[in-house]
């Protein structure tokens, strides 16, 4: 009976084991069958992730030149074409260089032209000592602009003097030139005015920095002193003969600045036009 009891009690320890193995055989399968599931899944869904990003190329759009108005554009053309460009002016660009000239701060001036012999560079008060860059641009800036009016004034006392006038008629010796704004119409001043306002906008336009974008008085860095754009066909296009050009321009601006008011001078002393003062 005892051997029998231990044979039972072995063979219900054996028992006892056994479940724990099939759950882990199952386990196994189920493991093996979801890798199965996974696999045809991904095998089933590679041709649909292919087939859902075609390559697209896109064709520029080139737009047809149509002619509007008669015009087309045209690179090669300033404005590309556009009609404005009226004689004597032609087409008008403000300039953007320099007419060949580069500051130098070893030179007067910078390098700039208007140094004439006998005198040669001539700062007697030293306006332009240790003056930085633009400054000295300011000061030939002013220089140019006083000339020009200078000599449009210095024929001005001649013409208005001694030449028939709508204010005078065909009365060669009339009032002289000192006093004679205050005798012209307002007519006659009006246009005179807002000529000269919009000269003056012109150039604060072209040469000037805005005052919002920098500081008060300074010139634009590829502006040059006194250019404008405004050449009517004489600038010349060769640096060198710019500058015997320039020079030229300062002489004479210098000296009719000399000359008017000397001439503004002898009227107010004598009270006679300068031709009727030299006997004519």
Not at 31 to 52: D, H, L, N, W
Not at 260 to 280: D, S
């Amino acid at each position: 009976m005892m051997n029998l009891a231990i044979l039972a009690a072995i063979a219900g320890s054996a028992a006892a084991f056994s479940p724990s193995a099939s759950i882990g055989a199952s386990s196994s399968v189920l493991r093996m069958s979801e890798t199965g599931t996974e696999e045809t899944t991904a095998t089933t869904q590679e041709p649909v992730a292919a087939a859902a990003a075609p390559i697209v190329v896109e064709t520029p759009f080139i737009p047809a030149v149509v002619a509007i108005n008669g015009w087309s554009a045209d690179a090669a053309l300033p404005m590309y074409g556009l009609p404005g460009a009226v004689s004597p002016l032609g087409f008008f660009d403000p300039p953007n260089g320099l007419n060949g000239w580069s500051a130098d701060a070893a030179l007067p001036m910078y390098g700039l032209p208007g140094a004439v012999s006998p005198l040669g560079f001539f700062d007697p008060l030293g306006f332009t000592k240790d003056a930085d860059l633009n400054t000295v641009k300011r000061l030939r800036e002013a220089e140019v602009m006083h000339g020009r009016v200078a000599m449009m004034a210095a024929v001005g006392y001649l013409i208005g003097e001694s030449t028939p006038t709508i204010e005078y008629g065909m009365d060669i010796h009339h009032t002289i030139a000192n006093n004679q704004l205050t005798e012209v119409s307002g007519a006659v001043l009006f246009p005179l005015f807002l000529a000269i306002n919009f000269a003056e906008a012109l150039r604060a336009s072209v040469g000037w920095v805005e005052p919002d974008v920098g500081p008060l008085f300074t010139l634009r860095e590829k502006y040059y002193p006194g250019d404008v754009g405004l050449y009517f066909g004489l600038k010349p296009t060769d640096a060198n003969e710019f500058v015997d050009m320039q020079t030229k321009e300062l002489s004479n601006g210098r000296l009719a600045m000399l000359a008017v008011a000397g001439m503004c001078v002898q009227e107010q002393i004598n009270g006679q036009g300068i031709l009727e003062n030299l006997g004519f």
